[in-house]
Every structure is written in structure tokens, then in C-alpha cells.
């Protein structure tokens, strides 16, 4: 009797254990710490960002990196002669200048700010106006990011797990840009983290299901924006474990999803609302990808998770926030990158997003790296939104205004004017930097500018022209590149 009962004792207790674990809610938020272009960076340690990789044969873009950069670019404008691109490499006096180092970095400014096919017409409003400068482009079939379309054939690239037909066409056109060249010192991959860690926005995710935080059939996913600022901590590191609200509204989506060892995969949406990168309030906004996806990693102890969200972009949209989110010039001069080169460059490379009356893409395939720690993920107590400063106001006004006009002159072929009041094309600020430069004068009467200002520094509109121009061909071929950006 006693060894019946042993018996039955010990197949009770085996079948008890052949019985799987009995599913529970489960939660696992993060918030990001490192958001930017999913761009693969080839260059050796030690080696500098501009010289040639596995990535940039080429090297990178060094546009105005010099004067000898400057004087190519000045010279492909037969209208300057060459007194005006001499003195605008050297402005006369300049060591007499208050502000030497502003005086040449505002008259390079306004001079590169004009470069079209005759005189007066706005480089940065008007880019198809101006030559294509060559912008070095990524030769690597190395990338990260996603096959969009389903077709292995397409997209040029494999990942480097192996998979293929990746499409992240933005890193073929823009990976070879010297300010996206390195996460880990590019100036503007270092700025767009640097700007959201300090507060200009917050981006979170939150992942759920019912079965297992490793391994979950039937999974949701949530990323979108908070109100909440990141907290850092005394190493200025993004510190986890903290509590973040998430906003429901514009920049948030939910998506269904699969998670397999800690891999999770979600599905593909016809369009996917996250914050976007930048690094200014007026840069920010919906980045509404379309057809698009998100795939996370999460680490075992569930400390840390990286991955892409991605899909297609308007190639215009992406050109616009990068080169008006202070002015297309101050970009180019400081980081020695042109947007004119990258606006052929988005163009020769769109891949989605077709127009059916045009049959023009105005797509673009691209993706955003991710790096996340945990944190806690709550849906807010009242109703919150996107946070926005009454003192960036004018400031998105203007940045809406310009990026307006920038369109309508692309996809019009018509010149635009720079509307006032915006900053775009260095004005007031050259005339108000070179005010003792001895050679003022000079500079006001030889270059263009959207207005004047009077004797008490006023702004004077110019009379619009009585009919605008447009544009049909004036380069011919596009050019890829042609070593270090000429």
C-alpha cells in the first residue's frame, strides 16, 4: 500500500511539472537614448571620418571645407567674376574686423546662400536652380534596416545578418555626409542625441503580452512621444527605471508583433507616427513613415534594448528639416555639407511613395537606429500632448514658411523668393556682422540679398519680379560624385 501510494504521489507531482507555466500579463518599457539615421559607419579607429572606408570609397563630403572648397564651388557660377570670388575667400581688411572669424563665416554664408543659373536667385529655397555640387555616395551592400517592399531583389543592400534586399536608400545618398559620418563624432549625430537628452523631446516604447517577455506569439508594441524630459544621471548617462507618460495622439502608433529569444519583429503599417530626429524645436514633428516597421532586441536580463523603426519618408520632408533648422548656409559653412548635393542626391535615390500622376518617387526608404534603457511606460493620469514652447513659435513659423517655399519651388520648377522675416540666406545677420569690415561696401553692393536694410537698419522688401522664372535643364547629367565632393 505504502509503495501504491509513493507511486501515485510521484505521477501526480511529474504530471504537475509536464504542465506548462500558466501565461500572465506581462510589460516591459523602455525609454531611448540614442536616436538618429540608421546610417553603418566603416571607418577604421584612428582614421578620420573624411578619408576613405569600406562605406565612402571616396571619403566624405567636404564641402566649403577651405578656400580652395570655396573657390570651386564660387567658380561654378559664371556670373561671379573672379575679383568677387577672391574677395569673398579673403575679405579685404577682414583682420581689422572686430569678429574676423564671423565676418568670413557670414560672407561665405551669403555667398553660397546664391548660387543659381543668373543672379538673384536663393541656392537653399531653389536647390534645382544650382548645379549639383557630386555628393559622395555609400558603395558598401552592407546595411541596417528593413526589406519594404518584400522583394529580395530590391534595395541593394544585405543586412548583416545576412538578410537580403534591404531598403535604406537615405544611407546610400546621405551615409557618406560628413556630419551623419559617425556616431561617435559626427557633429550632427552627437547633436540630435545630445538635444534630446537635455529635454527637446523624449521618445519611449512600451511592449506587452500574455504570454512571455522572451517569447510571445501575440505581442503589442507602443512607441511614440512623452512629455516627460530624460532624466540623466551623474555621468550624464540616461538613467533607467524611471516613469515616462506616453501620448496617444500624433506621434504614437501601436502595432501587433512576434517575439522570438527576445527578438521582437512587428507588423508593417501603412503609415507608422514616431517623433523625429533633430536637433531644434523646429525641426520636430510626425515622422510618418509608411509601410512602416519596428524591430527591437532585447537583452536577456531585459537592461537594454536596440534596434530600427523604419518605412519610406518624403524625401523633401527629410531635406527640409535638415537644412532650414537654423539656415541651409550656417549648416553648410560649420558642417561642411552642402544641400544642394543632398537634394540631387535624395532625388537620383527616391524608391517609394510613387506619384501616379508623375510617376516620380517622393518617397525615400531610411530607418532610425535605436538604443534603449527601461523605464516605466504609463499612460497619463490626464490628458497630456506634445509639448510645445509658446517662445519656439515664431521660430516653427518661419521654419514651415520656408520649407513651404522650398517645395513649391521643387516641384513647380519656379523660382521663390526667400520670404522675409525667416533668416534664411544669411539676412540681416551678414550685414549686421561686417558693419566694420572695411570692406562693406563691397560686400553690400555685390551680393544678392532677399531685402536692404535702411540707415536705421530697418528692412527694406525688394520689389518682387514681374514674372517669376522657371526652370527647364541647366546641368545635364546628375553627378554622383567625383573625389571629396567636387
Not at 501504491?4 to 511539472?17: E, G, N
Not at 517622393?362 to 500632448?385: L, N
Amino acid at each position: 500500500m505504502r509503495l501504491r501510494y509513493c507511486l501515485l504521489a510521484s505521477t501526480i507531482v511529474a504530471c504537475a511539472l509536464a504542465q506548462p507555466a500558466v501565461s500572465a500579463p506581462w510589460t516591459r518599457g523602455f525609454v531611448v537614448r540614442d536616436y538618429g539615421f540608421a546610417f553603418r559607419y566603416g571607418g577604421r579607429p584612428g582614421v578620420a571620418e573624411t578619408a576613405p572606408a569600406a562605406d565612402c570609397a571616396r571619403g566624405s563630403a567636404t564641402h566649403f571645407n577651405d578656400e580652395a572648397e570655396m573657390r570651386t564651388a564660387l567658380s561654378r557660377q559664371p556670373w561671379r567674376s573672379s575679383r568677387e570670388i577672391e574677395a569673398i575667400i579673403a575679405p579685404p581688411g577682414i583682420e581689422k574686423a572686430r569678429l574676423p572669424t564671423y565676418v568670413r563665416f557670414y560672407v561665405w554664408g551669403r555667398a553660397v546662400s546664391y548660387r543659381g543659373w543668373r543672379k538673384g536667385i536663393e541656392t537653399y529655397v531653389n536647390p534645382f536652380a544650382a548645379h549639383d555640387p557630386g555628393q559622395p555616395q555609400v558603395v558598401s551592400r552592407i546595411s541596417d534596416g528593413f526589406d519594404l517592399d518584400g522583394n529580395p531583389k530590391t534595395g541593394g543592400f544585405t543586412s548583416a545578418e545576412g538578410v537580403r534586399g534591404i531598403d535604406n536608400a537615405l544611407y546610400r545618398a546621405w551615409g557618406c555626409d560628413a556630419p551623419f559620418r559617425n556616431p561617435a563624432s559626427g557633429t550632427l549625430d552627437l547633436r540630435e542625441n545630445t538635444q534630446m537628452q537635455e529635454g527637446l523631446y523624449t521618445v519611449v516604447i512600451r511592449i506587452s503580452g500574455n504570454q512571455d517577455p522572451r517569447n510571445d506569439s501575440d505581442a503589442t508594441v507602443e512607441i511614440g512621444y512623452s512629455p516627460d524630459k530624460i532624466v540623466r544621471d551623474a555621468r550624464a548617462n540616461v538613467a533607467p527605471d524611471y516613469s515616462y507618460r506616453i501620448v496617444k495622439s500624433e506621434q504614437y502608433t501601436r502595432l501587433k508583433a512576434k517575439i522570438r529569444n527576445g527578438v521582437v519583429e512587428t507588423e508593417q503599417v501603412d503609415r507608422l507616427h514616431v517623433p523625429r530626429i533633430g536637433w531644434f524645436p523646429d525641426q520636430m514633428g510626425d515622422a510618418d513613415f509608411h509601410k512602416g516597421r519596428l524591430s527591437l532586441t532585447i537583452a536577456a536580463d531585459g537592461r537594454a534594448a536596440s534596434g530600427f523603426v523604419g518605412g519610406y519618408r518624403k524625401w523633401l520632408d527629410l531635406l527640409a528639416e535638415n537644412t532650414f533648422a537654423q539656415t541651409g548656409a550656417e549648416q553648410g559653412i560649420r558642417d561642411h555639407e552642402d544641400a544642394v548635393g543632398l537634394y540631387y542626391a535624395l532625388k537620383r535615390n527616391a524608391d517609394g511613395m510613387t506619384d501616379p500622376k508623375t510617376g516620380h518617387n517622393t518617397g525615400i526608404s531610411m530607418a532610425y537606429r535605436i538604443a534603449a534603457v527601461p523605464a516605466h511606460v504609463v499612460d497619463p493620469a490626464k490628458p497630456a500632448q506634445v509639448r510645445r514652447l509658446p517662445a519656439d513659435e515664431e521660430r516653427n513659423k518661419g521654419f514651415e514658411t520656408v520649407k513651404a517655399a522650398m517645395i513649391r519651388a521643387v516641384t513647380t520648377r519656379t523660382v521663390q523668393d526667400v520670404p522675409l522675416g525667416t533668416g534664411e540666406g544669411q539676412f540681416p545677420a551678414m550685414e549686421k556682422t561686417i558693419a566694420d569690415l572695411p570692406s562693406r561696401d563691397f560686400f553690400l553692393k555685390t551680393f544678392d540679398a532677399p531685402g536692404r536694410l535702411d540707415d536705421q537698419g530697418n528692412v527694406v522688401p525688394l520689389a518682387p519680379d514681374a514674372k517669376p522664372d522657371r526652370q527647364v535643364n541647366i546641368n545635364g547629367p546628375a553627378t554622383v560624385a567625383s573625389g571629396n565632393a567636387r
